[in-house]
């Protein structure tokens, strides 16, 4: 597997976190006020390359890496040692790209944040109102899901979605996935198709994938979980779909719900067979 | 009749229903809806009630955004029958205004303060002022607008008609309705359509 050799001190790499935090400030206020937003991607592109090789998101799945081997919870286990996300426990090599998936244990298809949850209150003993009070980063905070989301998609860099849709249930949820897509209600009518159903389109300067291909569903889910600069955050795709839910101006998803899951299979499916890129950086 | 009779009948008519292909689209969007509905929580202004389809939300569900058919044309007449006018009946107001509540992109969102003002969110689809050029493109360039299509009566009707309620011409527009949803007041829309159609509005210089 690629991955690049620490080229710098822990501390040193947190220090340009620190700097890209004080940048991800000024591009939120920019945005804030609704300036061009070309400028901000030229920020970004500069910022890029100053990170060079060292990515924000390896700070997270280090962070992620202890929270997985540590026992932890009311019952004192590991999830290296009692979570399976698809390969069997401990198993992390391409586990990412092959989720979601059905789950047995769970009777449920589930994807890789979701499943985590799972084994956190199935196998650790936490309590899923606990870890679904805050389940996002923001400022300072990064919820422990979202590293260890991290840690786990971490060991899928650069391997084929493989997402398994010839098993029935998985079928089943992608389909329910599609048709959530389509679904107008709210206030705006909107439905993800009205910002994702085309080529071509933007929201301001923000390109919107077409969800209906490969190509732009491979773009809604191969940089996630990624370091946002806007916030300055870590953040995954149940993120994603829950601030979409927002600017739909549709009420808020419950974390790890059906919903969000059937979107995920739904795009990931679309883009089986092409390269996950993440975690990284996000605009 | 009121929508919600006219959707009943329509829904009740196995010809829209047809095919196979249809049907079997039918159930996932059945398990769809109820998953959807157990899903979610309010948070901020954002009650679950935004979750319920309306008549026009319900057909343009049910067909793929294409229906067909004399329900078009009568739920299109429905909705422009909801169109309210400014008190003085003038349809163009002042198109500085309507730059500025065209840029805005506040409003309906769990994370938006409660109650007015809204913005109009125009450039989030839009070309409009040249002077913009961080403008979305899911909707056509208004750019010209009234240099094109002149500021006729009919013009300004037609174009505050379509800002209140843009189901009115297309029913299943990917447009908001924004007088229709209560985001935007007739005054303000008149501003806007000033914004389009003013010979001394940068849109159409």
Redesign the interface.
């Known amino acids: 597997m690629e991955r690049s050799p620490p080229q710098q001190t822990l501390a040193g790499r947190l220090a340009i976190l620190g700097t890209l935090g004080a940048l991800a400030f000024s591009v939120s206020a920019v945005a804030q006020q609704e300036l061009d937003h070309a400028k901000a991607d030229a920020e970004f592109a500069k910022f890029r390359a100053e990170m060079e090789d060292s990515n924000p998101a390896e700070l997270f799945e280090l962070k992620g890496e202890e929270l997985w081997k540590a026992k932890r919870g009311p019952k004192n286990v590991s999830l290296a040692e009692s979570c399976d996300v698809g390969l069997g426990v401990g198993k992390l090599e391409g586990a990412y790209v092959i989720n979601p998936r059905y789950y047995p244990d769970a009777d449920k298809v589930m994807d890789v944040e979701r499943r985590i949850v799972w084994c956190m209150t199935e196998k650790q003993g936490f309590k899923f109102g606990d870890i679904a009070k805050k389940p996002f980063a923001s400022g300072n905070y990064t919820p422990e899901v979202t590293s260890l989301v991290t840690f786990v998609a971490g060991h899928s860099r650069n391997m084929k979605f493989a997402a398994p849709i010839k098993d029935p249930k998985v079928r089943e949820v992608y389909e329910i996935g599609k048709e959530i897509t389509a679904y107008r209600a709210g206030p705006y009518d909107f439905s993800c198709n009205t910002c994702h159903g085309s080529d071509g389109k933007r929201i301001r300067m923000q390109n919107l994938p077409n969800l209906s291909t490969p190509e732009g569903s491979l773009k809604g889910v191969m940089g996630w979980p990624g370091y946002r600069m806007t916030g300055g955050v870590m953040l995954t795709s149940q993120w994603r779909m829950n601030d979409c839910f927002r600017q739909q101006r549709f009420p808020e998803p419950k974390y790890v719900s059906d919903t969000v899951t059937a979107l995920l299979t739904y795009m990931t499916v679309n883009a089986n067979g092409y390269t996950y890129k993440g975690p990284g950086i996000k605009r | 009749m009121t929508k919600t009779t006219i959707l009943a009948a329509l829904l009740a008519t196995p010809a829209l229903l047809g095919s196979s292909i249809v049907l079997a689209?039918a159930t996932?969007?059945t398990?769809?809806?109820e998953?959807?509905k157990?899903?979610?929580?309010?948070?901020g202004q954002?009650?679950?009630d935004?979750?319920?389809?309306d008549g026009?939300?319900a057909i343009?569900?049910r067909t793929?955004n294409n229906p067909s058919g004399d329900i078009v044309k009568t739920l299109e007449a429905d909705q422009l029958a909801g169109v309210k006018y400014p008190a003085d009946n003038k349809l163009m107001g002042d198109w500085k205004a309507g730059e500025k509540l065209a840029?805005?992109?506040r409003g309906?969102?769990?994370?938006d303060k409660p109650g007015l003002p809204v913005g109009g969110n125009c450039?989030?689809?839009h070309q409009i002022s040249p002077k913009e050029?961080?403008?979305?493109?899911?909707g056509p360039s208004l750019l010209h607008y009234g240099k094109l299509r002149g500021n006729t009566p009919e013009m300004q009707k037609y174009t505050f008609n379509k800002i209140f309620n843009s189901?009115a011409y297309n029913l299943c527009s990917?447009m908001?309705?924004f007088g229709h949803?209560?985001?935007l007041k007739p005054e303000q829309i008149k501003d806007l359509v000033a914004l389009l159609l003013d010979p001394e509005s940068p849109v159409n210089k």
């Open positions: 689209d996932h969007r398990k769809a809806i998953t959807i157990r899903d979610f929580q309010p948070r954002a009650d679950l935004r979750l319920a389809e026009v939300q343009c569900n793929g840029q805005s992109g309906f969102t769990w994370s450039y989030n689809c050029t961080a403008y979305g493109t899911v189901k990917d908001p309705r949803a209560g985001a």
